[in-house]
């Protein structure tokens, strides 16, 4: 029997905090309610929790501050932020913590669910028989430990990075269809997910930059391809 999934959720609207509350729990979660950052952060740092739900406005501390008081005491636990606003700072400030992902309200709470559904997936299939490990040039890519290594230098990604260059890593020298990576990655091919995931393609070019024989090009109206030498197979 599979234990419920714990979740932490931050919300200082208390109307839309126990609407949430209430919904999750229906859906079969344990969802713990809290009003302010600050509560928040002591909540976590008893409660053993499997995803945390952040507004970002709250009293006390807001969502950003929380997210990375929590990332120092456990790096690997999913994050996804709620706000009010789809403004373009906000959401580049969430990615740079490392945000799983991102709601602008009003959402619907069928639509929060299969972003958490879809996160704990993926958490999951990490765990399973996929491929841990890829070549990319002089590059080696670690997906578990989400690490990118050239000559003695590691770089850690992000989850999204990471997920990202996973499926471009699978398509090597083949186009990667926008609209499947946005589904496979952020559920939705919307408008706000395809921006968001061009600045995560610009992040990843940049790390990729230390091997020229690599790039990741634009293939109009379709998606991306990551080009690299092919690997001898041993």
Request: glycine content about 6%; some cysteine.
């Amino acid at each position: 029997m599979d234990e419920k999934l714990r979740i932490l959720l931050c919300e200082d609207d208390e109307n839309l905090g126990m609407l949430l509350r209430e919904y999750l729990q229906a859906k079969g979660y344990n969802a713990d309610l809290y009003a302010d950052g600050e509560s928040g952060y002591k909540a976590f740092l008893k409660g053993k929790y499997d995803i945390c739900v952040l507004d970002i406005m709250m009293p006390k501390k807001d969502g950003f501050q929380l997210a990375q008081e929590i990332r120092t005491i456990n790096s690997d636990v999913p994050v996804i932020f709620l706000t009010a606003k789809a403004l373009k700072e906000d959401i580049l400030e969430g990615f740079k913590l490392g945000a799983d992902d991102y709601i602008t309200k009003p959402f619907s709470m069928e639509e929060l669910v299969m972003r958490i559904d879809a996160i704990m997936r993926r958490v999951k299939g990490k765990k399973g028989k996929e491929i841990t490990m890829y070549k990319i040039g002089k590059f080696t890519f670690d997906t578990q430990k989400q690490v990118l290594i050239i000559d003695d230098i590691s770089t850690k990604l992000t989850t999204k990075e990471s997920e990202l260059l996973s499926l471009l890593c699978a398509h090597v020298n083949e186009i990667l269809e926008r609209n499947f990576a946005l589904k496979t990655i952020w559920i939705d091919d919307n408008y706000f997910n395809a921006r968001s995931m061009d600045v995560y393609i610009t992040k990843l070019r940049k790390h990729l930059k230390a091997d020229p024989s690599i790039e990741i090009i634009n293939i109009h109206g379709k998606g991306y391809k990551l080009i690299a030498p092919e690997q001898e197979e041993k």
